[in-house]
């Protein structure tokens, strides 16, 4: 089984700051995307890295994936409340379809 | 709207009961997938097709059934549930794209609770 770590599992923050969310592997994946997930709903699907060495940005949030597709990192720029919720990350290879790391759970406090 | 449906929302039974959760997708996805969500242990698969009548099994099969005899059907089957299966469970359906590989859409959720 392929694992992906994430960290930190929980993080509480004021709105305004800054965070980076961490997700690594031991396993190259030939793509890894990002999920969020809020209470009482299914994940959803934020964005895939395919290359590595890849930078996506989605408004205030940057998706980084590592060069050597091991590792990849979610930084969100002036957090709200809205961004509160359960970040999921997720390697893909031939398969077995997907394997989720176990996730970060964030707070924006206002 | 593209969407993937799952019945129940929230369901409470008693050990040994056969229930069967559905799971059902627009999408004319080919790939699809059972999930369980525990605290502090993340998603894992515990089965997954596919195609019609391919399924396969994921990392937590034990205890579960499934059958993939339509393409937009994918139930997840507990013949005999414990305790242990207490969990909050979801189906995904997916498009495998040659670049971005698979993409999950999820349903909302089942909470089953077996007492």
């Known amino acids: 089984t392929q694992l992906l770590e994430q960290s930190p599992q929980f993080l509480s923050i004021q709105e305004g700051e800054n965070l980076t969310v961490y997700c690594n592997s031991s396993?190259?994946?030939?793509?890894l995307q990002w999920y969020r997930q809020e209470p009482g709903e299914g994940p959803v699907l934020l964005v895939t890295?395919?290359?590595?060495?890849e930078v996506k940005k989605l408004k205030r949030l940057t998706f980084q994936f590592g060069d050597a597709r091991k590792d990849s990192s979610l930084h969100i720029t002036a957090a709200q409340p809205g961004d509160t919720g359960l970040y999921l990350c997720?390697?893909?290879?031939?398969?077995?379809?997907?394997?989720f790391g176990g996730g970060t759970r964030l707070m924006v406090k206002p | 709207e593209a969407q993937v449906t799952q019945n129940p929302r929230y369901l409470i039974t008693v050990t040994g009961k056969k229930l069967t959760v559905t799971c059902s997708q627009n999408m004319n996805h080919e790939y699809m997938s059972w999930y369980r969500q525990d605290p502090g242990l993340g998603l894992r698969q515990i089965y997954y097709s596919m195609n019609v009548e391919v399924t396969d099994k994921g990392d937590v099969p034990e205890g579960y059934k499934v059958s993939r005899k339509e393409k937009r059907n994918f139930p997840l089957i507990l013949e005999s549930p414990s305790p242990n299966q207490t969990s909050l469970y979801f189906c995904?359906?997916?498009?495998?794209?040659?670049?971005?590989?698979?993409?999950?859409?999820f349903g909302q959720g089942t909470r089953l609770t077996v007492v």
């Open positions: 995904a359906s997916s498009l495998k794209s040659p670049r971005t590989g698979y993409e999950a859409f």
């Open positions: 997720a390697g893909s290879n031939a398969g077995n379809m997907l394997t």
């Open positions: 396993s190259v994946f030939s793509s």
């Open positions: 890295v395919v290359t590595g060495g």
